[in-house]
Antibody
Framework: EVQLVQSGAEIKNPGESLTISCKSSGYSFTNYWIGWVRQMPGKGLEWMGIIYPGDSETRYSPSFRGQITISADKSISTSYLQWSSLKASDTAMYYC????????????WGQGTLVTVSS | QSALTQPASVSGSPGQSITISCTGTSSDVGGNKYVSWYQQHPGKAPKLIIYDVSSRPSGVSNRFSGSKSGNTASLTISGLQAEDEADYYCSSFSSSRTSIFGGGTKLTVL
């Protein structure tokens, strides 16, 4: 089955680091872009950045550049979203999604990972 | 880069048609064919309903259609049904080589 399965919900303190994951299965991981999307409570969707696991090309949306790190491990078909120092404003649902090259066909989505940052 | 502009809310009665607009600039919506639309029900992940301006993924009802003119893309839903009540988001590739979403539109089926 073609799917993206994200890691479970996290509760962290401000200042802590965090890595969440998005495991791909059922297709060739290196031939599709993986994107990460933030949705703050009660708010809209925001593209954070994308990665092409085939060559590790990574692009960050201007609002998130320098705030997060997106990576991928081809050996286990998994993409990661990482923070070095969380803030309360990072509290949100995070989704990963997949699209082929040269298309906006983001048809496959993960189930989402809820990150709560609170002291 | 700023979010694309969508109306905050639209409404329609069952059986009617509605159109949601998505306005950007020549650096995003007007400058490429990579415009997509998503439906999101409360507590659920977004669902792709239109990609590459007007293509429909398999399994998506043909009641959903997309178009673009200049810097504005549009999503039309015909034959409104109760289950269409949801939030709708447009997205476009931009000249910064990333993508941006619209602010979202809440569709109410009266």
């Amino acid at each position: 089955e073609v799917q993206l399965v994200q890691s479970g919900a996290e509760i962290k303190n401000p200042g802590e680091s965090l890595t969440i994951s998005c495991k791909s299965s059922g297709y060739s991981f290196t031939n599709y872009w993986i994107g990460w999307v933030r949705q703050m409570p009660g708010k809209g969707l925001e593209w954070m950045g994308i990665i092409y696991p085939g060559d590790s090309e990574t692009r960050y949306s201007p609002s998130f550049r320098g705030q997060i790190t997106i990576s991928a491990d081809k050996s286990i078909s998994t993409s990661y979203l990482q923070w070095s120092s969380l803030k309360a404003s990072d509290t949100a649902m995070y989704y990963c999604a997949r699209r082929p090259k040269s298309s906006s066909n983001w048809a496959l989505w993960g189930q989402g990972t809820l990150v709560t940052v609170s002291s | 880069q700023s979010a694309l502009t969508q109306p905050a809310s639209v409404s329609g009665s069952p059986g009617q048609s509605i159109t949601i607009s998505c306005t950007g600039t020549s650096s995003d919506v007007g400058g490429n064919k990579y415009v997509s639309w998503y439906q999101q029900h409360p507590g659920k992940a977004p669902k792709l309903i239109i990609y590459d301006v007007s293509s429909r993924p398999s399994g998506v009802s043909n009641r959903f259609s997309g178009s673009k003119s200049g810097n504005t893309a549009s999503l039309t839903i015909s034959g409104l049904q109760a289950e269409d009540e949801a939030d709708y988001y447009c997205s476009s590739f931009s000249s910064s080589r990333t993508s941006i979403f619209g602010g979202g539109t809440k569709l109410t089926v009266l």
